[in-house]
């Protein structure tokens, strides 16, 4: 399994972006919990959207009301971004509940994306 974040770059305050995290594997498999997490330097790392198969969604209260998240299909979770502010600046990081018949679920991280916020 792997997953594979894109999206990420450098835009001005109160700009726009939208994340794309997509899961793929070899075989028959079933995405459930969809995470995003962003890290800025020097922080610990923040869990901001959680996405799951049946179509609910969580917001961090630090970004709600600015970011949304959905599944565009079963395997593609997205992460919009409005008015993003330079504090937003972070590595944007998917982590998703991937199950396959031969492992059964198991998390995987993948590889992040970076946003940029900056005049």
């Known amino acids: 399994v792997q997953l594979q974040a894109s999206g990420g770059g450098l835009v001005q305050p109160g700009e726009s972006l939208r994340l794309s995290c997509v899961s793929s594997s070899g075989g028959t498999f079933v995405t459930n919990i969809l995470n995003w997490y962003r890290q800025a330097p020097g922080k610990e790392r923040e869990l901001v959207a959680v996405s799951n198969g049946g179509g609910g969604a969580n917001i961090a209260d630090s970004v709600k009301g600015r970011f949304a998240t959905w599944r565009e299909t079963s395997n593609t979770g997205l992460l919009q971004m409005s008015n993003l502010k330079p504090e937003d600046s972070a590595l944007y990081y998917c982590?998703?509940?991937?199950?396959?018949?031969?492992?059964?679920?198991?998390?995987?991280w993948g590889q992040g994306t970076l946003v940029t916020v900056s005049s």
């Open positions: 982590h998703a509940s991937v199950w396959t018949p031969a492992t059964g679920s198991v998390w995987y």
